[in-house]
C-alpha cells in the first residue's frame, strides 16, 4: 500500500493557502498509510551565502539551541534555529560538507533528513493527521509539497524509514511500492561511497538519484537511467526545488492520478486525495503512463 | 429525479437506497459529491439511471446488471468492473483495469482509457473514443473493444 500525495501550485497568489490545502490531501490517503507519515514543503528560501538543513531527533526535548550555538562557535558562523517536535531547521552561513561532517563527529543521533535553500522535510511514526498537526504545517505558506502515508512492507516502521528521502539539494522522494533490486544495488551505491541509515527499499531509489546527481546527471537523465535500473513496482514523486516529477515503473501496477487546472497541479495515489483541492470539479485529470516522466518546474 | 448527496449519506447510503429494489427500480437517481469515493453505484440489479455529477473513485459500477450508469468527469480503476448487463458511461478519462472481466452490457468512454482496458473481458462491448494503455483486452474471451484512438503496446 502507501499513499503519496504531492501538489504544485502554479497560480502564486495561492501560495499563503498551502498548507491548508495540502492536509485533507495527505489525511485522505491515511487509510493506505497509518503508520507514519511526512512530507516535504518548499517555502522561505534562504540566500545565496547559507543553506537549510532539515534534521531530526528521536527525543522531542533535544536541546536544539545548544546545538546551534556548538555549530556557531566550532566553524565560526552564523546559525539559525527554528525547532519543531522532533525536528529541527538549521539555517548556517557555514560549508555544507563542514556541517554535515561536524554533525557526524559531534552529534551522531542527528539524523539529516533533508538540506537545501528551500526545502524542508518533516516525518515521523503515527497517523498522519497527527504527524501533519505536530510540524504546525496547516497554516504554512509555500509553493509546492509532496507527502507520503506508508504502510510498511519492506522494513520497520521508524522514522528513519519514513518517507520523504532526501536525494540531494532539494531534492526529495516519496514512493508507493516495493523494489525488488535493493539489496544489490545497496551494495553497488556503497562501493561508490554512499551510506545508508536504514534496510529500507526506497532510501536506494533516493541514494540512487543522489549519485546520479551527484555525477552530474540532470534530474530528468538520473530519471531515465533509474528506469532501466530500479527493478521493482514504482510510483515514485520527486520534489524538486522549482516543482515536482512523477514517474511510474512499465508495468505501471502502483495506482497513481494526476490533475492540473489554472491554479495547480496535483497529483496522488488515489483521486479522492485531490477531490478536496478547490477547482478539482473542472480539473483536467487522467492516469501518467509507464516509464513517462512527468516534470513541472523544470 | 431523486438526489443523493453522498457527502451527506456517503457511499453506503447511496448504495443502500440504489439497492433497495422496492423504490429504485425504473426510477432516476442524481448523486452529488461523489468526491472520487470508491465502490460508488456497484452491485445495482435492476433497470434505472443513475447519473454522478463529478468524478469517481475505484470500481464505480462494479458487477452492474440492468442499470444505466452516466459518470460525468473522471473514473478511477475497475470502473465497471465485472459487468453483467445494462450501461456504464464515462464522460472524462478512465484509469487502468476499465471493464476488466465484464460479462456483459456497454462500457463507454469518451476520453481516454489506461491500461489494462478490457482485461479478461467475457462479453462485454466497449467503446473507448481516445486511447488505450498497455495490455488491453490481455486475455479477453468473448466480447468487442472499440478503440477510436490508439493502442499501447502490450
Not at chain 1, 504531492?6 to 492536509?23: D, I, R, V
Request: some cysteine; charged content about 20%.
Amino acid at each position: 500500500m502507501c499513499g503519496i500525495v504531492g501538489l504544485y501550485l502554479k497560480n502564486a497568489e495561492l501560495q499563503s493557502q498551502l498548507g491548508s490545502m495540502f492536509k485533507p490531501m495527505l489525511v485522505e490517503m491515511s487509510s493506505r498509510g497509518p503508520d507514519s507519515a511526512g512530507v516535504a514543503i518548499y517555502r522561505n528560501p534562504v540566500e545565496s551565502s547559507q543553506i537549510k538543513f532539515s534534521l531530526a531527533h528521536s527525543n522531542p526535548g533535544f536541546l536544539w539551541e545548544t546545538l546551534g550555538a556548538n555549530l556557531s562557535a566550532s566553524l565560526n558562523c552564523e546559525v539559525f534555529t527554528s525547532p519543531v517536535a522532533t525536528h529541527c531547521i538549521i539555517i548556517t552561513d557555514a560549508a555544507e560538507t563542514e556541517v554535515i561532517s561536524w554533525l557526524e563527529t559531534n552529534y551522531t543521533e542527528v539524523r539529516i533528513v533533508g538540506s537545501g535553500k528551500s526545502i524542508e522535510i518533516f516525518k515521523e511514526v503515527g497517523p498522519p493527521e497527527m504527524v501533519y498537526e505536530q510540524f504546525d504545517l496547516e497554516k504554512a505558506s509555500g509553493t509546492h509539497m509532496i507527502g507520503h502515508t506508508r504502510m510498511a512492507t519492506e522494513s520497520a516502521v521508524t522514522t528513519a524509514g519514513s518517507h520523504p528521502f532526501a536525494t540531494g539539494a532539494d531534492l526529495c522522494l516519496v514512493h508507493n511500492g516495493s523494489l525488488s533490486n535493493h539489496n544489490l544495488l545497496r551494495v553497488k551505491l556503497e562501493y561508490e561511497g554512499i551510506t545508508f541509515q536504514t534496510e529500507n527499499d526506497t532510501e536506494v531509489a533516493a541514494a540512487y538519484m543522489t549519485w546520479k546527481i551527484r555525477s552530474g546527471a540532470t534530474l530528468r537523465q538520473a530519471l531515465e537511467d533509474g528506469i532501466k535500473e530500479i527493478d521493482g513496482f514504482y510510483t515514485f514523486c520527486i520534489g524538486t526545488q522549482d516543482g515536482f516529477a512523477v514517474v511510474r515503473d512499465p508495468i505501471a501496477c502502483k495506482h497513481a492520478v494526476m490533475a492540473e487546472t489554472d491554479d495547480w497541479v496535483a497529483m496522488a495515489t488515489e483521486f479522492r486525495a485531490i477531490a478536496h483541492l478547490p477547482g478539482s470539479d473542472q480539473a483536467k485529470i487522467w492516469e501518467p503512463e509507464p516509464s513517462t516522466i512527468y516534470i513541472w518546474g523544470e | 429525479m431523486d438526489i443523493l448527496d453522498l457527502k451527506e449519506i456517503g457511499v453506503r447510503g447511496v448504495n443502500s437506497a440504489l439497492h433497495d429494489l422496492e423504490l429504485s427500480r425504473n426510477k432516476s437517481y442524481r448523486i452529488d459529491n461523489p468526491m472520487g469515493q470508491h465502490s460508488i453505484a456497484c452491485g445495482l440489479d435492476a433497470q434505472m439511471q443513475v447519473q454522478i455529477e463529478g468524478h469517481v473513485g475505484f470500481y464505480c459500477g462494479g458487477m452492474n446488471q440492468q442499470a444505466e450508469i452516466m459518470i460525468k468527469g473522471h473514473a478511477g480503476v475497475g470502473v465497471a468492473e465485472n459487468m453483467m448487463s445494462g450501461m456504464v458511461h464515462v464522460s472524462g478519462n478512465a484509469s487502468e483495469s476499465a471493464g476488466a472481466t465484464a460479462h456483459g452490457g456497454l462500457l463507454v468512454i469518451e476520453g481516454d482509457a489506461s491500461s489494462r482496458c478490457g482485461i479478461s473481458m467475457k462479453g462485454v462491448d466497449i467503446v473507448v473514443g481516445g486511447s488505450v494503455g498497455h495490455m488491453s483486452a490481455f486475455m479477453a474471451q468473448s466480447g468487442n473493444l472499440v478503440i477510436c484512438g490508439d493502442a499501447d503496446d502490450a
